[in-house]
């Protein structure tokens, strides 16, 4: 059975730094791995996918890496700001495009 | 092109009543897949519905049914509802070929509260 961990569930950063969000998961035998951002009480707006052939992926201040031997994936936002502040999930796509998401990590980006 | 949409977009219910949730997929589309998100949890698997046919469950028991239409558009009911079914319904549609793994667009979802 596939497991996605995210650690920590929170974290608090002062603006302007450099972050790296940790994700791993049991099972390499995956197809693809997302990353979503989600606001308090809203739906998941995805940010980032990586395809199982890929090392890693890149739009704007974000840089999603994957290594599926490993079982881990990391997602690294540059250059923080308060409106980054959101919660962050991981999901793997098993067969038949069903996702396996972790819990996700909540982040507070302070002025 | 428009996207994934559902209704309502929250609903209060009592114990022990049914409801029925409802999503529009985004055009060209044929799959849809419901997921459930109990608070400061991740999504969880239902279930998908691939050309109106189920296509894999979640640990979910059998009072959470789904349909899905010629039109690709789809409905999760949930029947005899518990506490514990209070939640954020989410709701994605792919387009799935050969292979496996196609993106999933997610809707904003629907907001449950059982009383």
């Known amino acids: 059975k596939q497991e996605v961990t995210q650690i920590p569930a929170a974290l608090s950063v002062p603006e302007g730094e450099n972050l790296v969000l940790n994700c791993s998961f049991t099972?390499?035998?995956?197809?693809?791995l997302q990353w979503f951002r989600q606001d308090p009480g809203k739906g998941l707006t995805s940010l980032l996918l990586?395809?199982?052939?890929?090392r890693e992926q890149t739009s704007g201040r974000l840089n999603a890496s994957l290594d599926k031997s490993s079982g881990r994936s990391t997602l690294y936002i540059a250059a923080s700001q308060p409106g980054d502040s959101a919660t962050y999930l991981c999901?793997?796509?098993?067969?038949?495009?069903?996702?396996?998401f972790g819990k996700g990590i909540t982040l507070s980006v302070r002025p | 092109e428009t996207g994934v949409t559902q209704s309502p977009t929250h609903l209060i219910k009592t114990r022990g009543q049914q409801v029925t949730l409802r999503c529009s997929s985004q055009?060209?589309?044929?799959?849809v897949s419901w997921y459930q998100q109990a608070l400061g949890q991740g999504p969880q698997f239902i279930f998908q519905?691939?050309?109106?046919?189920?296509?894999g469950r979640g640990n979910f028991p059998p009072r959470f049914s789904g349909l899905q239409f010629p039109n690709y558009s789809s409905e999760l009911n949930v029947n005899a509802l518990e506490l514990d079914d209070s939640a954020l319904y989410l709701c994605?549609?792919?387009?799935?070929?050969?292979?496996?793994?196609?993106?999933?667009?997610f809707g904003p979802g629907t907001r449950l509260l059982v009383l």
């Open positions: 099972d390499s035998a995956i197809y693809n």
């Open positions: 519905y691939y050309r109106e046919e189920e296509n």
């Open positions: 055009s060209g589309h044929n799959t």
């Open positions: 990586i395809q199982s052939s890929q």
């Open positions: 999901a793997v796509y098993r067969a038949n495009s069903k996702l396996t």
């Open positions: 994605a549609s792919s387009l799935v070929r050969a292979g496996g793994g196609e993106t999933q667009y």
